[in-house]
């Protein structure tokens, strides 16, 4: 099962895949979800772009993978990609992982020592996307 | 989608146009060979008409027909097979390529720049080819034949049977059954007659006759004579003709696919037209494409022959006048007015007059009749099975295909509202049959028909497109059907900027059976993404690749690689390594197969130089392939100048430069001077220390003055070091240049045969194969010889790279193939410049000349070996060592001279010491000093001046001139010398420098002088430590005087008592076994050691580890003419019974060196003291001064000793020496100065300090104005039974120890406060006068007589004598109580 999970702010902060071999297909796919995560977002009246629902649900169906898109208020855009045939996730576990995920991205900015706009590299980060990885796929 | 050229409008039209076919007779095929044309062919340029065209709808209107164009083709003409349909497509779009200066548009989304081409002409002509090669089909009939041309020549005897010879076969054609393939649009097919006549040739009388003939017989309307070839075709082509046909006739093999042979006759030459070698040269599209030409055979349809490839232009239409031009011209016109447009209104009509009947029955009764009777024109739809699929056919007479007709006929005059009428009923009546082709086809073109309406009074149904791509893909299986419906209604959507619905049907539309289908509809798909109202940068992007990708897959590599290209711009630099590296792989890879290596190396270059996140392996691969393309690109270009490599990365930098021999470090015992060598780190603080020393060496060499022009002496340069000047580099000497590599892949790579790249001298390099391991640095050293002064520029490195991986199966020979020569080169930047404020606001760097060093004539080399140098010293230790000084060069050097961060630490020997030329190894075992043998006595004594020690004034001596026979060392020549070293007095590895200096004899103006830099490690470890105190010895003077009489005179409190405390220290088990103290020399001006107290006797003290001694020694003034001179006096006390001459070399350089002398030192100090007391009043200065050389002594101990250390079972003896300098009675001085400790923690102050009020003498130091004595018997006896009182008598000596005169109160009775005091003195009074007030004179000493008196006997203590004493002349003082005595106890007994 085939899973990623991408944090992007138009270029890549940060990219984790199981398994590994595949990341090429992963990151034209999350590329490529990008305009629709900006069309969303365009979508959004400016005067409802302050109480905009964070999480963007479901960005396009691929035929193997489900992508899901999660934009924070900086335009930071979190995108998880899904193997199709994996029925356990449904849109409230997805909703959750973002929120979970958002949380931690935030204690990685507030890091006084990251540099905004380097690839994270944090340890702490890293392992609560891997423990997440383990627990949802 | 791109745009086009067309517009939508005109693209449709085009699309869909009426057909005419043509039938020639064989002499008409003949006359227009002549122009190397058929018939077809010839027309084909003039088909579109330029006027407007008039009909009359069925009520009545009249239709305007605008820029009409008919299609005319020979009648025999056939679609392609599907294999060829798609070899052919496959042709047309490699052969259309973009042009090369194409205008770009560059199209700006958010932060991306995108340079695109504007138009996708391969695209266009793919529709154009592929809607034109589509195959008639039952179920539309646009492209069915509406009208036959008959076409005979005038030459022929008898046109007009030829004329109906030619009906005949048309007739046959069409109605005999035997030909499945021309269709036609209705039984009654229009007929018009061409008489062709060929001016040149023919009769025009008899063809006008002919043609009279023909329009009596045909009627004007159906008849025409063309009349061409004006000129014979061999007499010179104007070259000014005009070519038509050249923009049409290049897709020849399209427009008469016939063409490629089905049947090689009579053994043509295989070459096939459609061979992908063909040249394809986009910018040249018409002449040099190989055509096949048409031979239409009218009696033999079936059979054609092939003229196949030929290479040499050929011209087309020679025959052909401008007058020409127009009457094909006219022709056409003529007949499509005359001819076509009538027949097409007539039929319309027609179909309407049976419409209209037909439907005189209600509709609903018509379609409820046909669902009760199951329909007769449906014959095959009874069967069940057949319902839903495709295969549903209808009698060519069925009504539903009359409305068909009359619509398509509607549609091809441009009328479009009746079409779409017409194809809105249809749709319903195919769709209530379930005839799922035929409605589709309606539905298609209702669609179309209804886009095409001007004015738009419906919107454009693109569900109807939608149902219809459906069905003709999943229904009918009908992919060619599905493309077209596509292609239109992409077309459509697009013109209506419905982009996002384009794409979304290109992309549905790309299938796994057509890899160029698929691969022109996703880049069409992409450009839509891009076109949208907010462009969807990274869709396109992505769209790209996979068109890219598909266009590989179909042999498309030009277009493959444009979509590739394309897509890069989106993925560059945007951190997205992964993707951005599979780009430029695949880039690279088509790049090189489509013979552009320069390209394909760039690309390669790219994935190679960025800090890949790729896997060692492919990493690897990568690597391989690009030093296979590199490799095969460099053997096409011969060019000298060889190509940059990327790899591995150069740090340009980080170059280092060392100018001179790399160094010997050690040649059997001699060990060479460490100099400089690359292989130090650079420290600016050494090298700050180094350019000190030279500049202290300089200045002295100068005479004191340290030349403007001085530069210090640079061997090695680096980043660090100031690059501002040319360096200086001495001919026959090596210049290294050192190269920093960086290897940032993960696999390792091999670099060989590396060598420099230089201009203006020719010589020698070399260059080690090395190794660049993954990720590490690696250093290159490259050396050059120059031979010739003058400059020299250092421009690059030129090597082999290769892969590293050491393949064992293959050997060396799989190494050298994968290797590839470049060179990179070494572009240094100088600092970045902040000095003006233009500097400060822009960025700029200045020079660096590193890398351009300029060559001088031949300089002097010295080369310095030290013999015997030890690595390790006890604390103080003394050893004799040997340097060897050569000069290597061939010129003679001079002025040699040394400076050393611890001048203390070494000497050459005074002057005036005799420089005993002992060989080092005989010398091994001697002692250091000199020694004369001599029973200890009373001190010996030498008076020696600094001056001779090379120690003048109060600095240091940094700098020692060494001595050369003559002053020269010539060319080979060598030179020893002696060399002592003392060990340092702290404990610890030291580091110390030395800096040689020397000159060339000849003075060159741009090399000075030269410098050799040494740097000694010395490991000091503790020997012994020193303590000594100097106190005043209280002895009588009375009973001195009868001991030493004669020195009374000049002694007057001159004697004092040094003891000397000495430790050993010495912690190390290693060897050392016991010190010896041998022998305690006094250095001073003032002061010298006069005897030895303890111990007494021939032996020296001796001290194994931890152990400690005292020695005790009486040190009396210099004679006064020893005190006043400048000059020292030496006074050697040996323990002994050898005497060591501390008055010469080593001994007293040493001292000397080691900064010992106190004088200097305090007189500094005192001078500081001096000018602060300035400011006070001349008798507080007086006072203090006074008062301190009252307790000031000025002597300096030297203590020599042995130490035996046992060493690999050999017992040795070392010598050394430690020196501790008194400078106050009763302080305690040590031969390990706590100076240094004191400082290590300074409070940082941010407020200047307080100059120190100036200090009022001490009471401490008052208190020693006047040192007393007692003088009493020790026992006295006295009968107490007898004589109750006893008178003692005593006498109390006070002597001045001041140079002033002194006021002073005895005072008797004091007793004092403290209670045990009181007890421990019992009770005994003085007696007489108790309280004196007394004056003493400098120096003078004064008795006065006292008398106890005791009551009982006892032991009584006699000390009770207050004394108060001030200086005279300071009235404002009060009286300072001395040091009291020491108590003197006296014993009474009773008698």
New interface residues.
Partial sequence: MQTAIMIVA???LYIRSVPTQG??KF??TV??S??VV??KI?GVGKALADQRELYLGLLYPTEDYKVYGYVTNSKVKFVIVVDSSNTSLRDNEIRSMFRKLHNSFTDVMCNPFYNPGD?IQSKAFDSIVSTMMVQAF | MAQCVQSVQEFIQDSFVPMVAVLCSEDAERVTRKNSLSFPELLRPFCRLTSEGHLRDPNNQVVVVKGLRISVTGINTRPPQTPEMHKLLSQAVSVCQPPEGSPANVITAGDYDLNISATTPWFETYRENFLQSMPASEHEFLNHYLACMLVVSSHEAVPTEQFLKLSQEQHRIQHSGEFTHPKWFNPNTLKYYVLLHDISEGDEQRAESVYEDMKQRYGTQGCYLLKINSRSGSTGADEQMPDPWSQYLHKTSIHSPVNVPLVFADGVSETHPLQLDQPTDAGYPSNNVSQSVNNVDVTRPEKQASVTSHTTPTPRGTCLTLNDHDHIRQFIQEFTFRGLLPHIEKNIRQLNDQLVSRKGLSRSLFSATKKLFGGGKVPEKSIAELKNTAGLLYPSEAPELQIRKMADLCFLVQHYELAYNCYHTAKKDFLSDQAMLYAAGALEMAAVAAFLQSGAPRPYPAHYMDTAIQTYRDVCKNMLLAERCCILSAEILKSQTKYSDAATLLIKMTTEDSDLRSALLLEQAAHCFINMRSPMVRKFAFHMILAGHRFSKAGQKRHALRCYCQALQVYKGKDWTLAEDHINFTIGRQSFTLRQPENAVAAFRHILINDSKQSAVQQAAFLREYLYVYKSMSQLTSDSSLPQLPLPCLHSSQTRVFFGHERRLAEGEKQAATHVSLDQEFDRDLSQLWRELEEQVVAVANRGTVPITFQPSQCCLNSQTDNLRYPLAVVEEPIIVEMVFRNLLKVPLALSALSLLWKFTPKDFSGPQVVCAPFFFYLARLKLLPHKTGELHVLGVVYNLGTGEVDNSEGSLAGDLMCVRGQQNLEIQGPRLNMTKEEKTSVKYGPDHRLDPIITPPMPLLEVFFINFPTGLLCGEIRKAWVEFVNVSAVPLTGLRVASTHPEFFTFGSATSDLTPVTPTAAEHCSAYKTVAMPPSVATVSLVSPAAFGVTSSDRPIVAEIPLSQGVLGPGEALQIPLWLRGPDREGVHEINFLFYYESTEKTAKLSHRVLRHTAFICASRSLSVKATASRSNTLHGRERESEERQEGEDKNGSMLVFVDVENINTSEAGVREFHIVQVSSSSRQWRLHKCINPVGDKDSKLASRERGKLCFKATRCRAEEATSEKYTFADLNLGNEQIVSSTTPCADFFFRSGLPSEPRRGGVSTGGASQMRRQSGTDEGVTNIVKKCSEVELDIIVLWKAYVVEDNKQLILEGQLHVALQTIGKEACSLSQKEEAQEMVLLKFKPDVPPPVSKPSLEQLSHLIKTCLHYPESYDHPFPQKSLCMVPVTLMLSNCSLAQVDVIVDLRHKTTSPESLEVHGSFSWLGQTQYKLQLQAQEVYRLSLKACFFQAGVYNLGTPRVFAKLAQTSAMCETSQQSAMPALIIINSV
């Fill in positions: 138009n270029y890549p990341e090429l990151h034209y590329h490529t990008l305009d900006e069309e365009s690839p």
